[in-house]
């Protein structure tokens, strides 16, 4: 991606819990580049209780399976830690939480027990947020005060479908929604025109026929106070587009509300591939009229010229030289539908791979069959039963894999504190849901261990764009050395990591890369060190080296 924003990051120090190795990171002005950042996904319930008074809304008060109710997560509690300092100290750029527009009011007996829309992809409301996330000046103050951090928002767009229908909560019309058949997931027709599963009401993405908006929806507004305030904005919006009123250009003017009042700096969109392709293109061209518009009417608040950020997930979407998803009937490149980047399934699988195979894949995709537009990797997510690391023995090298691969990292809340993934009791994708293990993080001092690790190599991505997205080249196979190398315009950038070195005094090759009596100097550890005849010897007590030149 061409567009970047420079600012200048100030000299900072490894920010450790349990008071490790300060770590001079570079003061430099680098480029904020979507195809290698540092992406931070989180259960916006799941992650911190900023505020206790919003826990209970609608009288969702009945017991539910295990990890299946609101647990108090909310936007405050998110705000909360930017302004701790907790994103900044592990690297992040960019937070990507789940929908937190209004859900169903009651719950959902899956046969496992009651569930509640906590997760936030069963919508009642486009137009209103949940209040048991917050409101909408809770929202304003959490972009506002990322964007002050350097950090970029992600929300999470549904268009697919709607919330189940319960007793507390209508069904929408026919002209709305089809209820069957329901998706048999063998062809590009069964995974479209469908209903993903049962009882979660299909939205009509196809037709282009006007439809009223659902009763239920205009008493809601009525009962509120807005009616006349949505209906106004609605008519503006299709009269300025020209576009019918169908279901998905209303849920497409609903959604860019939330770029055009908050300056939201990127969607992910969810279940990509049971949509129609040309839904995403339109919604791009919508995101993006929304975006500028609100670069115009806030000009002391923008970023950069950055475009507005797409990412989709195509459900088990695996990069490989065939850029298109295969429905076995049809090939689709996502790509050409307005999106900046997909999900990729596969880096988590990488087990069995080392890790020249795992960078020299992905640098060589990325630098070719990928060029232009970008991948997001991650090793843990929210509805992904088979994890890298399900069992939490592998998180040193879990943060090696993921931060240190090619293309946009998606960490997974908890991913840096080895958050318990097997809890008793739960079924399915709730074991991946459990509330963000802080007390551990405060008093354990392996997990003080493991986030120090997760925050290094965090940081030394974000100050580096080669990482993610330079040209990578093998230095040494043993011990394992490469070098990234990225440049744009009038920036350059160049480094060199090695992984699996012994700890102590070591004599690591180099290449050609940096001169003979460059200052370098190993962002893990803060030692420094000059460049011999294409090699240095250093003397550190971890088993990695991230290297830099000195400033």
Not at 151 to 165: C, E, W
Not at 252 to 281: A, N, Q
Not at 344 to 372: C, H, I, P
């Amino acid at each position: 991606m061409k567009s970047f924003t420079t600012y200048i990051l100030c000299t900072l120090l490894c920010f450790s819990c349990a008071k490790n190795t300060k770590v001079a990171t570079p003061k430099t002005e680098t480029p904020f580049i979507w195809g290698a950042a540092n992406l931070y996904f989180l259960l916006t319930d799941r992650f911190n209780n900023g505020d206790k008074t919003n826990d209970i809304n609608f009288d969702r008060t009945k017991e539910t399976a295990v990890l299946r109710g609101f647990k108090g997560g909310d936007l405050k509690g998110i705000t909360q830690k930017i302004n701790e300092g907790y994103f900044t100290k592990l690297g992040i750029n960019a937070i990507w939480m789940t929908p937190i527009v209004e859900q169903i009011h009651g719950g959902v007996d899956e046969g496992t027990g009651l569930t509640y829309g906590f997760h936030g992809y069963w919508t009642k409301d486009w137009t209103a947020l949940d209040p048991n996330f917050g409101t909408k000046e809770d929202l304003k103050i959490l972009v506002e005060t990322a964007h002050k951090n350097g950090i970029r928002i992600v929300l999470d767009a549904v268009i697919n479908h709607t919330g189940p229908v319960t007793k507390k909560d209508a069904v929408w019309p026919t002209e709305w929604v089809r209820e069957t058949p329901t998706c048999q997931f063998k062809d590009y027709d069964t995974n479209v025109n469908c209903a993903l599963v049962t009882n979660l009401p299909d939205i009509k993405t196809e037709i282009n026929h006007n439809v009223e908006i659902p009763l239920f929806l205009a008493q809601k507004w009525k009962k509120e106070g807005r009616f006349e305030q949505e209906t106004a904005e609605l008519d503006t919006f299709f009269k300025k587009t020209g576009y019918p009123r169908a279901p998905r250009f209303y849920i497409m003017k609903w959604l860019s509300d939330y770029i055009t009042d908050f300056g939201i700096d990127g969607y992910r969109c969810d279940t990509v591939k049971h949509t129609e392709p040309y839904v995403w293109k339109e919604f791009k061209a919508v995101c993006q009229t929304a975006f500028d518009t609100w670069k115009t009417n806030h000009p002391d608040k923008v970023l950069d010229n950055t475009p507005f950020y797409l990412v989709g997930e195509v459900y088990h979407y695996n990069a490989s030289k065939e850029v298109s998803y295969n429905y076995g009937d049809k090939k689709v490149n996502y790509y050409n539908y307005g999106f900046n980047s997909l999900i990729n399934f596969d880096v988590k699988n990488s087990r069995t791979s080392t890790y020249e195979n795992l960078f020299f894949k992905y640098a060589n995709l990325l630098n070719n069959e990928y060029k232009g537009v970008g991948l997001l990797n991650y090793m843990t997510s929210h509805d992904d039963a088979h994890p890298f690391d399900k069992s939490r023995k592998k998180p040193f090298e879990t943060a090696n894999r993921l931060l240190l691969c090619p293309g946009t990292a998606q960490v997974y809340y908890g991913d840096e504190s080895a958050r318990n993934l097997d809890i008793s009791g739960t079924v399915g994708d709730a074991t991946l849901r459990s509330f963000m293990n802080w007390e551990q993080i405060e008093t354990d001092s392996k997990t003080q261990e493991i986030l120090n690790h997760w925050q290094k190599l965090g940081q030394f991505r974000k100050n580096h764009p080669a990482i993610g997205a330079g040209m990578h080249q093998m230095i040494a196979e043993r011990p394992y050395v490469f070098q990234r190398t990225f440049s744009i315009t009038n920036f350059k950038d160049r480094v060199i990591v090695a992984l699996d070195v012994p700890k102590g005094e070591k004599n690591i090759p180099l290449g050609a890369l940096f001169p003979k009596g460059t200052k370098l100097i190993d962002t893990y550890s803060g030692v420094e060190t000059t460049v011999l005849n294409k090699m240095i010897s250093i003397t550190t007590p971890f088993d990695i080296l991230l290297l830099e030149e000195k400033k």
